[in-house]
């Protein structure tokens, strides 16, 4: 059983830098393809930044392309989002997600807040 822990979320001004972190336990981190999702207030959740499998290939967003970098330690078991240039749009719950490889299952964190606001 896959668990996951959010960290890094609250209140930053527009233009302003986060880091979230997710930690992994309960399966060999390396074999998990991670992603980070977020859900808006009334919207449905959209992905954000994935691995597209095990390795270094990333996909984005093209909302957060060039400003949001997702980036994994395996020898930590996690998985990081940093966040640049905020925006207010960028506001939401972010969860981070994880798939061993060659499963179908995904398992979720509970989510960290993020609120972009002056």
């Known amino acids: 059983q896959v668990q996951l822990v959010e960290s890094g979320g609250g209140l930053v001004q527009p233009g302003g830098s986060l880091r979230l972190s997710c930690a992994a336990s309960?399966?060999?981190?390396?074999?998990?393809?991670m992603s980070w999702y977020r859900q808006a207030p009334g919207k449905e959740r959209e992905l954000v930044a994935r691995?597209?499998?095990?390795?270094?290939?990333?996909n984005y967003a093209d909302s957060v392309k060039g400003r949001f970098t997702i980036s994994r330690d395996n020898a930590k078991n996690t998985v990081y989002l940093q966040m640049n240039s905020l925006k207010p749009e960028d506001t939401a719950v972010y969860y981070c997600?994880?798939?061993?490889?060659?499963?179908?299952?995904?398992?979720w964190g509970q989510g960290t807040q993020v609120t972009v606001s002056s």
């Open positions: 997600s994880a798939r061993p490889i060659g499963d179908i299952k995904n398992y």
């Open positions: 309960g399966f060999t981190f390396s074999r998990l393809v």
């Open positions: 691995f597209t499998s095990t390795g270094g290939h990333t």
